[in-house]
């Protein structure tokens, strides 16, 4: 049983390679965090990188 989904954003969901996962995070990934939604399962996005 998946609990949560921890995802690193910085260099994983959006990275440095045009047209795969920079500006945006890859087509595959954005169709199936929907799909995880539906699930309940919750999502948790983290990054190193502080903005303030």
Do not use: T, Y
């Amino acid at each position: 049983m998946i609990n949560a989904i921890i995802l690193d954003i910085d260099g994983v969901i959006v990275g440095e390679k045009i047209g795969f996962n920079s500006p945006n995070p890859h087509p595959d990934v954005l169709k199936a965090l929907p799909n995880v939604r539906e699930k309940d399962i919750p999502i948790i996005l983290c990054s190193a990188k502080l903005q303030i």
